[in-house]
């Protein structure tokens, strides 16, 4: 409890002292950035201390911490003295000193409460369900902790790996630095800042999707619209959209449990069967399950009325591959209420406070906050100095969080600049100039400013593959988005009736645009047929040639024409409503939010389209992770365009369509809103309501209940200098690599899997699974005293997993080494 509240009141004073930067620096929003200062001062704080302990001016520890506090703490008092130069988008010129940010406050009270009572909610709301569910345990958590761990104990950065000593992690690591910083600085244990980063997450998230919402309602009512009292209330489906709506599996659950729609009986042909045969020939349909075709959900139910345990899981798998042999490809489609209900401290989550904060960034440029020029190296650059830094500094940062996450914020903010453009001077082919002379610098800069990073950082990534044979079926595409596909479409025929859109350009430029995407995966599958690869994978196909392949993809693109015509009229709908142009250089179109909305739900338009084409080439050698990195932005981007529609039109619409719109959006919001509902308790077991004595947030507090001897060894071993431990090697998703994972200590290797998705390649591995083994196993001293000395062992931990693992023989550590703890089976060896 106690360190939540240091938490709280960390961030809390941060967001506070950040303030009157953010006020500075982002002039062209209603909220000044009030709502996104706690994101934006822990993103300056991280990368000061990140980058000067990188460059070995500082060390890792808490005075340099400090010394980093100290540095934003400066830029934030050079916001409050320094002097606004003229804003254009209010044509008022703004003294940022003490007396006008107290003006603002005053002015801006309902606003500030809200903000400050919403992330508090959500911040502990979240705490309180960690609490209930604590354990790192599963999944890749272990992994999440063990990079804390490791970060806390390393004296400067890169950070040691915890599963590969000797080297540094190459993972995108900059969310867990924020995590061990904020656990330094407050006096908290890793195993607690894991699930206290997590609550944090969750409410920088809530009201970062608050003030992106709020921002954009008041630009669209700059005149008259709601009260403030309203505005904010009804910014509130921003956080609901994004972090508690979810997808519609939850309901099916709820359904399914009750048997209904169960009717029908194996081998019985009917019209589910006919629409099987259709979407595939061996699909064995004979009710709306079986044509469904979700994993489980296509299995008899028990008809207890209650859901499968464990069956918030399948909400995170609804897409359904299958090769040309029928064989079951998994791919991943979570979306943000499933990932803090899981649990996992995953750069994809990590980087949400972070995704809005560039959000309102590009929202900010769109409005003209930064409207002005600067030269960069002989370029005259269509933006004000400050604001190209301040973006810089985000989306390196995004980069650094989440890579997946920076080209398509980049995408944005130069959308942002171009619709700005546009609507000032009307369309031009200039403006395309003007802004990759924008983009390009920001996108080296941003990368520039974070280049330690990049200097120790490998990847998996090996270009991209065409996705020939696995298009997304649309029941499939609607059971994950349709609770934001509903209110998205509403408004879009809702602003259709206003701005007359363009539908000729809009739907030309999204069937053009998929041809062309189906074109370029055809001709690289035609280039990847000749290589050895290609014909293995043609053969694993069960067809001879390539033509074979090409014929079944597009019979099956055939069948699954739902998924494609979904996206092709949303993406075409979003253009049409861009090319419109209504009273284009008239005052009051000029930084009107609607295109910006509508390049948002643009933007996961694409998202979502590309992997039906391609995908990234990794390790899995499946779209499975450019689906779940690329629905998951998506998601975020919809989120925010579905609550302004649904304020939007329940404000503007009347008669009739108000009632007819209500209906449908108040059905989707019941659907979307029964997975967490049914969810929350099956995950946290009813928030241990019989156990209350169990709520922690601790993630390492199982340990005691469960291995208290390793606990308590574990518990020794933290306080103990540096040193490169040996413990038993595993594969991922296991037990081992527990010393290591909540000491800090780098073992010699674990989880192998990933330490070759991490660097794409097991070259660095070399002989370290069977060095361990004959260390553990060997009867001979020289042989045990020369791995020691090769991987420069310090400790030596022998457990009850050791002894599972391995014929260990001890009595060789036992002779030639001291002895530092036995409890029960564990016993720890220190090598001189």
Request: overall charge neutral.
């Amino acid at each position: 409890m106690l360190a939540f509240f240091a938490w709280y009141i960390t961030v809390s004073m941060l967001g506070l002292l950040t303030f009157p930067l953010a006020w500075r620096l982002l002039p062209a929003l209603t909220d000044r950035g009030y709502s996104l200062s706690r994101a934006l001062g822990l993103l300056l704080w991280t990368f000061v201390f990140w980058l000067l302990t990188s460059l070995k001016i500082l060390r890792n520890d808490g005075a340099s911490i400090f010394v980093a506090l100290v540095v934003v703490v400066a830029l934030s008092v050079w916001g409050m003295r320094g002097k606004q130069e003229e804003n254009e988008a209010d044509n008022s010129a703004v003294r940022s000193s003490f007396s006008s940010l107290l003006a603002w406050f005053k002015s801006k009270v309902v606003l500030v409460l809200a903000v400050e009572i919403l992330f508090l909610a959500a911040f502990g709301f979240m705490a309180f369900v960690r609490a209930n569910n604590p354990e790192n345990v599963g999944t890749e958590k272990p992994m999440e902790l063990a990079f804390i761990n490791a970060i806390l104990r390393s004296p400067f950065f890169p950070p040691n790996d915890p599963w590969l000593s000797g080297y540094a992690i190459s993972y995108y690591y900059f969310g867990y630095v924020m995590a061990a910083m904020l656990a330094k600085f407050t006096f908290t244990s890793g195993s607690v800042a894991f699930n206290l980063m997590l609550a944090l997450v969750f409410g920088l998230s809530a009201s970062g999707a608050f003030g992106v919402l709020y921002n954009l309602l008041t630009a669209y009512w700059k005149k008259a619209g709601p009260s403030e009292v309203r505005l904010a209330l009804a910014s509130l489906f921003g956080p609901l959209a994004l972090l508690i709506l979810s997808n519609v599996e939850g309901f099916l659950e709820f359904l399914h449990a009750r048997g209904i729609g169960w009717s029908g009986t194996p081998g019985e042909v009917n019209i589910w069967t006919t629409l099987g045969r259709l979407v595939r020939p061996n699909l064995q349909a004979y009710n709306f399950w079986t044509w469904l075709d979700i994993k489980d959900l296509r299995e008899v139910p028990s008809l207890g009325g209650e859901p499968r345990f464990w069956f918030w899981w399948r909400a995170s798998r609804v897409v359904q591959d299958y090769d040309l042999m029928g064989n079951f490809v998994e791919v991943i489609d979570e979306f943000p209420f499933f990932s803090y209900l899981l649990g996992d401290l995953h750069p994809h989550v990590l980087a949400m406070p972070f995704g809005l904060l560039a959000a309102a960034l590009a929202l900010n440029l769109f409005l003209g906050g930064w409207r002005g020029k600067m030269n960069l190296a002989g370029l005259d650059l269509p933006i004000r100095r400050e604001g190209f830094a301040l973006l810089a500094v985000t989306l390196g940062g995004l980069a650094f969080l989440n890579t997946w996450d920076f080209p398509t914020y980049l995408a944005i903010a130069s959308g942002a600049l171009i619709l700005s453009l546009q609507q000032e001077r009307g369309w031009r082919w200039e403006l395309v100039e003007e802004v990759l002379k924008f983009s390009i610098p920001l996108g080296v800069a941003s990368i520039a400013l974070y280049l330690p990073f990049y200097v120790t950082f490998s990847s998996q990534a090996g270009g991209i593959l065409p996705n020939v044979i696995f298009p997304t079926r649309g029941a499939h595409l609607w059971v994950m988005f349709g609770t934001l596909f509903v209110p998205i479409f509403l408004f879009l025929a809702h602003t259709a009736r206003s701005y007359a859109p363009n539908w000729k350009i809009g739907f030309g430029l999204a069937i053009g645009g998929s041809a062309l995407l189906s074109f370029l995966s055809l001709v690289i599958a035609i280039f990847a047929a000749q290589t050895e690869a290609g014909q293995m994978l043609i053969s694993s196909q069960g067809v001879s040639s390539l033509g074979d392949v090409l014929r079944e993809a597009f019979l099956r693109r055939l069948a699954f024409s739902g998924g494609w015509l979904t996206l092709v009229l949303l993406i075409g709908a979003a253009i049409a409503h861009l090319a419109t142009q209504p009273n284009k250089l008239s005052s009051e179109w000029r930084a009107h939010p609607l295109p910006f909305v509508w390049m948002l739900i643009l933007f996961g338009g694409l998202l979502v389209l590309a992997p039906e084409f391609v995908y990234l080439r990794d390790n899995f050698g499946t779209r499975m992770n450019t689906i779940f990195k690329f629905y998951y932005q998506a998601w975020m981007l919809w989120s925010i365009a579905a609550a302004f529609g649904v304020i939007v039109l329940l404000y503007e619409a009347r008669g009739l369509r108000l009632v007819a719109s209500s209906v449908f959006l108040a059905v989707v919001f019941v659907i979307g809103l029964t997975y967490p509902l049914l969810a929350l308790p099956n995950k946290t077991d009813n928030f241990n309501a019989k156990n209350p004595e169990k709520r922690t947030l601790d993630s390492a507090a199982y340990l005691m209940d469960y291995y208290p001897d390793d606990y308590m060894a574990i518990q020794y071993l933290q306080t103990l200098p540096l040193g490169v431990v040996a413990e038993a090697v595993g594969g991922s998703y296991s037990e081992y690599a527990r010393v290591a994972t909540h000491t800090g200590h780098p073992n010699v290797l674990n989880w192998p899997g990933h330490q070759g998705q991490w660097r794409g390649g097991y070259k660095e591995q070399e002989n370290r699974g069977p060095d361990i083994e004959t260390l553990y196993q060997t009867t001979d001293w020289e042989t045990a005293q020369a791995i020691l000395k090769r991987y420069n062992i310090r400790y030596v931990y022998i457990g009850s997993l050791e002894r599972r693992t391995y014929a260990v023989y001890e009595e060789k550590f036992a002779i030639f080494l001291r002895e530092i703890f036995r409890q029960g089976e564990v016993v720890i060896y220190e090598v001189p």
